[in-house]
């Protein structure tokens, strides 16, 4: 009766049932793949339907997915499932420990030192200022959808108000990039203020189409308004930041003439580089204050149950305003320096697209978490530029690596819902409050 019963519980991991899973998903995917790849259809000259077949590439991506199976389910055996002892060596347990430790130090150390390493190379530079852009728009979202659970589709909006704000201000009003930087946030708050008004009853499915319909409305608005956004054309001859009204020019009042030193081109790339990354550790050590705060508990209690939030007396109104407009300031910091950055600005940067990559960063990163958010963006801005050359298979590529994430870390990279506040010492309870009459 032992034997049986500690095979009925063993999961079925052998042979046959690798082999049985396998092929079930490859006669799916030869389903799936059958029409969209082995059959192609186009309009002809003369008018007519005309096809030819690819049966040698739908065998092969058929072979893919049945191999793809059978390595994902070894290794999903090795690792483990959530919640049991997981097959992992405890050296190799102690070494991730360790590596996870010193990661977000290492990863700031080396970040501060990308201009000196890569001076030269004009292309990483550029690269690693666009990465950074996107950790600053994701640790902005983090606020609204990992600590108060709020999904938003429209971030991009709140993006497309600080960018639109200061090229607004600054070339009608001539005003410097330091001034029409925190008023880029605050219009940007402001408007996440008033997105919040609308949705406080929502919330799921009904939140995120809110939201999204929210970026599509400022989309719509900058490309019909062209009186004062330019419409499609947009706004072009933004100008460029200043060190404490020092332009990074070749002219004679520049950084370089005042320095006594050659003049170069990569001096404003750097400046911009090490101008975002400040952007963004401000950002990151916000919202770490924030979340030690009582708002950030508020927050973090509104994302696990609002129902339970609302009994324990938090105000789940003042929480979600407080939540959509602290996520939109950040965005519109990013947005303004990305209007700078760019010195040219349309609707079309500010799509759904970008809302969908910056939730995606986000998810994949872990909600909640700093460094998941970062480890993140880096995969997938920096990380699929090593695909760059394979313009097919990129997004496929893409949503292998999105689907692989999903089934080992359902959380993200680093996901995790640790509480803020811990109780230093256990308190024992008096017996007349349990019902099996001990403490």
């Known amino acids: 009766m032992t034997a049986l019963s500690t095979h009925t519980t ?16 490859a006669v799916i995917a030869l389903v ?25 590439e739908l065998a ?33 347990q102690k070494g991730v420990s ?52 709020l999904l938003d589709l429209g971030y991009v909006a709140f993006y497309a108000v600080g960018a639109y704000s200061y090229a607004l201000l600054a070339t009608n009003f001539g005003w410097s990039f330091w001034i029409c930087l925190p008023l880029a946030g605050i219009l940007a708050a ?23 319909a929210f970026g599509e409305i400022i989309r719509l608005v900058l490309i019909n308004w062209q009186d004062l956004t330019g419409g499609p054309n947009g706004v072009s ?37 090490y101008l975002i990354l400040a952007l963004a550790l401000l950002t990151n050590w916000a919202t770490i204050r924030l979340r030690r705060l009582p708002i950030g508990r508020a927050w973090e209690a509104l994302r ?14 003042t929480t979600k305003l407080t939540a959509f407009a602290t996520g939109a300031m950040f965005g519109g910091f990013a947005g303004a320096f990305f209007a700078t950055r760019q010195g040219f600005i349309s609707p079309e940067s500010f799509t759904f697209q970008e809302s969908a990559l910056v939730l995606a960063i986000v998810v994949l990163g872990g909600m909640g978490s700093q460094l998941g958010v970062a480890l993140a963006a880096l995969a997938m801005i920096g990380g699929f530029e090593l695909f760059r050359g394979l313009e097919t298979y990129r997004m496929l590529v893409f949503g292998w690596a999105m689907v692989l994430i999903m089934i080992w870390r359902p959380r993200g990279l680093v996901g995790h819902r640790a509480p803020t506040v811990y109780l230093k010492k256990a308190q024992a309870i008096s017996s007349d409050l349990v019902k099996e009459g001990h403490g």
Not at 73 to 86: D, K, N, Y
Not at 190 to 211: H, K, N, Q, S
Not at 247 to 260: E, F, I, R, V
Not at 304 to 317: F, K, Q, S, Y
């Open 10 to 25: 063993k999961p079925a991991t052998g042979i046959p049932a690798l082999l049985k899973t396998a092929f079930i998903n």
């Open 32 to 56: 799936l793949f059958s029409l969209m790849v082995g059959v192609r259809t186009e309009a002809g000259s003369d008018g007519q339907l005309t096809y030819w077949t690819r049966f040698g």
């Open 60 to 92: 092969s991506l058929v072979a893919a997915v049945f191999g793809g199976s059978i390595v994902i389910e070894l290794l999903r055996q090795w690792i483990g499932p959530a919640g049991t002892e997981q097959l992992v060596p405890p050296a190799l």
């Open 98 to 149: 360790l590596v996870g430790r010193y990661l977000a130090p290492a990863l700031l150390i080396f970040t501060l030192l990308v201009p000196v390493i890569f001076y030269n190379q004009r292309y990483i530079l550029d690269l690693a200022i666009l990465v950074l852009t996107y950790v600053m728009l994701g640790w902005g979202l983090n606020v609204v959808v990992g600590l108060a659970g």
């Open 190 to 212: 402001f408007w996440g203020v008033l997105l919040g008004f609308p949705v406080l009853r929502l919330r799921g499915d009904y939140l995120a189409i809110v939201t999204l």
């Open 237 to 273: 001859g933004i100008p460029r930041p200043t060190l404490f009204g020092i332009p990074l020019s070749n002219t004679d009042d520049g950084l370089a003439a005042k320095l006594g030193i050659e003049y170069s081109a990569t001096h404003r790339i750097v400046f911009l580089f």
């Open 304 to 317: 696990e149950d609002e129902v339970a939030c609302r009994a324990l007396g938090i105000n789940t109104t």
